[in-house]
């Protein structure tokens, strides 16, 4: 799996970061989606794809290998 994010749609809802705190965080001075790890391990996909489905901005891709 690869992540992508589109900052510039990130409306900064932060349900990526509730959802999968070990692939996106916020900034802190306008609380835009960062992208912690673009190659999650196993474990932390159905996040990453629960957060992508949950973005109010559809900032999140998901790239399936």
């Known amino acids: ?3 992508e994010v589109d900052v510039p749609k990130c409306v900064a809802s ?15 001075e306008d609380g ?4 912690l790890d673009e ?3 196993p ?3 159905d996040g990453v794809r629960e957060s992508a489905m949950v973005c109010p ?9």
């Not at 509730?18 to 900034?27: E, N, S």
């Not at 835009?32 to 992208?35: F, K, T």
């Not at 901005?57 to 290998?65: D, N």
């Open 1 to 3: 799996m690869k992540v």
């Open 57 to 65: 901005a559809t900032a999140i891709r998901v790239l399936e290998s």
């Open 32 to 35: 835009m989606v960062v992208l």
């Open 14 to 28: 932060g349900q990526c970061v509730l959802i999968a705190p070990d692939v996106f965080d916020q900034r802190d």
């Open 39 to 41: 190659t999650p391990a």
């Open 43 to 45: 474990e932390l996909h």
